[in-house]
């Protein structure tokens, strides 16, 4: 009884079959998206690999045919699996669980439209990708340049996104006003939390878009100001970071400690740390361009200490989540210091990957506090380090646990019975091992001075890269890439076998997997803690964030703008 779910929400009303029917369809289709990017995405990843492990295999008659360089191929492996594949995977994912949560009526036909227009986007975008046309690499700093059409796929990607959370925001409100008086349901809470963080966030690209590089690229301006671009890409460039993260706690938090046998440890502490996020996430973007000149060091100072502080909520999800497995574990019979780990439930690939995923997450967020200190920071900026780090952050704590959660997602909105499980639970232990593997040999040629975005295999100088004795970290680093490889192949067999089967049954047989709470946010505003009350007016918070960004945003970009030096475009490859 201890595990009793809480499917039936207090103050939700059910979805009519109809809709609940057409929401799981809509929602299948962003997941799946987001799963082809992110399986070509991944095909991509073992030939950079290949190359920091010294082996140059874009020489091939058939790579040749299908990518002109070698950084042709990273923008698609940047743009596929960090930009597209996880705003699609999330854009589902938080439409989805809001929705079914709050049950309150939703437009299915703007639902529609919404996963449309991502699409139509992300195609849009995708041609000149494909053509060789816009390779600028995910960041897209100018003056690279770039056909108009790649700047405008993206943005009308992104446009999509905030429709979404015109949507979910609205379905809140909605729900506000019928349930006057009462806690928002906290899955619910993280959700629109998060989506108000990404609305703040996005603000600078979208400026940066319509104002600089659209009109650039269309040959109405004669150039643009490459720090003034940068700016505001990071601007969105950092909290994106956590757009791709926080979707991944909102399962950390709620359903991995059913899914592991133990309760959810506390809701008011939850609603802190995505508070936390929303007012703190944005401030930060310096921290990426510490070498950058003409920016004033007080500022760049200023959002270092906001940077420490950002990742307070982070460490209050590592004890959190932490005591929620320790809780599982003991439950099912584990005991003393660290033997409890061991009576996790092993045997289930969605909970090892998500636990695997925390683990990574472990390095991957002390290594980023690391790159926050503008002290430690000019010895791996720039450097291979750097896709060290977020290979354990994104690429591991965020793509690990989307896989982990598809195993159960798509059951559920399929009604298809999940095919070799045995091999999905090799597959995540292979993308564990291949990524800490991989961390540890770019890490590691990062501190020996190896650059990042290097064709480094094909270098006329060997000798230069030599001298840096990092041959074991780059046979670490190719072997990692093997690893990956076979990782990526046995996940996406799982995945696609499971998706071309019939469905079998309804999708509720794998229902949401709601954790029971210890310490509950209650359901009454009037006799909630104050932490809970405090946390509630959402839209408030978010305004109170907005004017904490323009504070430490407009003394860095009022003076680019005085000097304003428009830079011609260039392309490289
Ligand atoms: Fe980062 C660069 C600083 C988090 C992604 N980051 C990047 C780039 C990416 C990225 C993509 O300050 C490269 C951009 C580019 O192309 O140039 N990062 C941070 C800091 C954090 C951080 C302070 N990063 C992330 C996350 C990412 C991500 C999350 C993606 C999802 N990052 C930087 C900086 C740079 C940077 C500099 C620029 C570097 C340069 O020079 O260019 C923090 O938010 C991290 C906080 C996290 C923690 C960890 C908490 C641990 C948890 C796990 C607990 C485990 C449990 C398991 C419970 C403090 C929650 C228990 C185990 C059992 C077995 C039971
Ligand atoms: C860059 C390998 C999966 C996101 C890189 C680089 C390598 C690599 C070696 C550095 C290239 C360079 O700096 O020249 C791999 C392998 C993967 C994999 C072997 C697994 C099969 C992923 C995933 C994500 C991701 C799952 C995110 C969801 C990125 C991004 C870059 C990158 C954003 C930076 C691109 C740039 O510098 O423009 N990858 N990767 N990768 N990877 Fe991965
Ligand atoms: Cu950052």
Redesign the pocket.
């Known amino acids: 009884t201890r595990l009793r779910g809480l499917a039936a929400r207090p103050g939700s009303t059910a979805l009519d079959a109809a809709t609940l029917a057409n929401l799981k369809k809509v929602t299948q289709y962003y997941i799946v998206t987001a799963f082809l990017a ?1 399986f070509i ?9 290949l ?2 492990g010294g082996v140059d295999l874009y020489n091939l008659p058939i790579l040749r045919n299908l990518i002109q360089s ?1 950084y042709q191929g ?2 698609l ?2 743009v596929l ?3 597209v ?2 705003q699609f995977f999330i854009s589902g994912w938080m439409l989805y669980l809001p929705a079914r949560e709050l049950g309150v009526g939703l437009n299915m036909k703007f639902a529609w439209f919404t996963y449309w227009m991502m699409t139509a986007g992300l195609l849009t975008a995708a041609v000149p990708l494909l053509m060789n046309d816009a390779t600028v ?3 897209f700093y100018p003056p690279l340049e770039g056909s108009p059409v790649f700047y405008i796929g993206a943005a009308v990607m992104v446009a999509a996104s905030l429709l979404v959370v015109a949507q979910v925001v609205g379905m809140w409100l909605r729900w506000k006003r019928e349930n006057p008086g009462r806690v928002t349901p906290i899955v619910s809470f993280m959700s629109v939390a998060t989506w108000l963080m990404w609305c703040l966030a996005s603000l600078g690209l979208v400026v940066e878009a319509l104002a600089l590089l659209i009109p650039w690229s269309l040959g109405l301006t004669s150039g643009v100001d490459p720090l003034l671009a940068r700016t505001l890409f990071w601007w969105t460039g950092h909290p994106i970071v956590y757009f ?1 993260v926080l979707p991944a706690y909102i399962s950390w938090y709620a359903f991995l400690p059913r899914q592991a046998g133990g309760r959810m440890i506390s809701e008011p502490l939850t609603r802190l740390a995505f508070v936390m996020f929303l007012v703190f996430s944005v401030p930060v973007g310096l921290h990426h361009q510490y070498a950058d000149p003409n920016v004033n060091n007080t500022w760049k100072t200023i959002h270092m200490f906001l940077t420490f502080l950002v990742a307070v909520p982070s460490l209050l999800t590592a004890f959190s989540v932490g005591a929620s497995l320790e809780d599982a574990a003991r439950h099912r019979g584990g005991s003393g210091l660290v033997g409890w780990i061991r009576h996790l439930n092993w045997r289930d690939a969605g909970m090892t990957a998500q636990v695997l995923a925390l683990v990574s997450f472990i390095f991957g967020g002390a290594g980023g506090i690391l790159n926050a200190s503008l002290a430690f920071s000019p010895v791996v900026h720039n450097t ?1 380090w ?2 060290g780090h ?2 354990i952050t ?3 704590a ?2 690990l646990s989307f896989m982990g959660i598809a195993l159960w997602f798509v059951p559920h909105l399929t009604g298809k019975r999940l095919a070799s499980p045995k091999l999905g639970l090799t597959s995540v232990w292979l ?1 564990f091992w ?2 800490m593997l ?1 961390a540890l040999g ?1 890490h590691w040629q990062g501190l020996a001075g190896v ?6 295999s094909a270098t006329a100088q060997p000798a230069v890269y030599d001298a840096m004795h990092i041959a074991l970290p780059k046979l670490f ?1 190719a072997v ?2 093997m690893i ?2 076979a ?2 192949v046995a996940f996406f067999w799982v995945l696609f076998r499971t998706l071309l089967s019939p469905r079998v049954e309804d999708g509720e047989a794998t229902p949401v997997p709601y954790s029971p709470v210890l310490s509950s946010a209650g359901t009454d505003l009037a006799t909630a803690s104050t932490l809970v009350k405090r946390t509630e007016p959402l839209l408030a918070i978010t305004l109170f964030a907005l004017v904490l960004v323009l504070i430490v945003y407009l003394p860095v970009i009022g003076p680019m703008i005085a000097n304003y030096q428009a830079v011609p475009g260039q392309r490289l490859w």
Not at 41 to 49: D, H, K, S, Y
Not at 451 to 456: Q, W
């Open positions: 992110l995405g991944v095909m991509i990843g073992p030939l950079q690999a190359n920091y070698y990273l923008t492996h940047g699996n960090a930009l594949f996880t690499l995910y960041t791709w291979a750097i896709p977020f290979h994104v690429g591991t965020t793509t993308w291949g990524m991989f770019m650059p990042r975005r290097a064709h480094v680093t990692s890439g990956l490889f990782a990526g």
